[in-house]
């Protein structure tokens, strides 16, 4: 098994913490999902999955060409721990100024491109609508009924 030090670098980076945390929210789960979820190409997603369980955080079964992912038990500890602190190390008003950020680019577009620069919006607000702060989901379901409207008026 690698070394502590590794698993160190490991988990003081981004993308695997978001990772190992992808797998234990989707289910099923496999590195294309992953890769999407967090961001990052397959390649990248798929080294680092191996990396997971290699660490014994995470098992894989293949069905037929896809390789479906599970957090082991010491997986499911740290993936449990990694989202307590990336909640305790999240600056108190982070998500209120991500959605005043949305809602400037929202506001802001117009032309007949518009549609194209706001849907990529939708997923950051989805994020903000799961959160258990009622009034910031709230507003994040606003701004994406207001996207759907304009995506349904831009249509011939």
Same mark, same amino acid.
């Given at each position: ?5 590794? =698993?160190?670098?490991?988990?003081? $980076?981004?993308?695997p913490v978001l990772a190992l945390l992808a ?8 590195? +294309? ?11 990248h997603t798929s080294n680092i999955l191996s ?5 014994? =955080? ?22 449990? +721990?990694?989202?307590?602190? =990336? ?35 939708? $997923?950051?607000? +989805? ?13 994040? $379901? ?7 409207? +304009? ?6």
């Amino acid at each position: 098994m690698p070394g502590d030090e590794s =698993m160190q670098r490991l988990f003081l $980076r981004e993308k695997p913490v978001l990772a190992l945390l992808a797998v234990g929210e989707m289910n099923p789960a496999y590195a +294309a999902m992953i890769a999407k979820r967090i961001d990052s190409t397959f390649p990248h997603t798929s080294n680092i999955l191996s990396q997971l369980e290699e660490f014994g =955080m995470i098992t894989s079964r293949p069905e037929g060409r896809i390789r479906y992912l599970e957090l082991t038990e010491r997986g499911r500890k740290t993936a449990q +721990a990694l989202s307590q602190l =990336m909640e305790q190390l999240q600056e108190p008003k982070f998500h209120q100024k991500r959605l005043a950020i949305l809602r400037s680019c929202i506001e802001s577009a117009d032309g007949p491109n518009s549609v194209l620069k706001l849907g990529p919006l939708r $997923r950051d607000l +989805a994020k903000l609508a799961a959160l258990e702060d009622e009034p910031l989901a709230r507003e994040a $379901r606003e701004l994406d009924e207001r996207i759907k409207a +304009a995506i349904r008026e831009s249509k011939p």
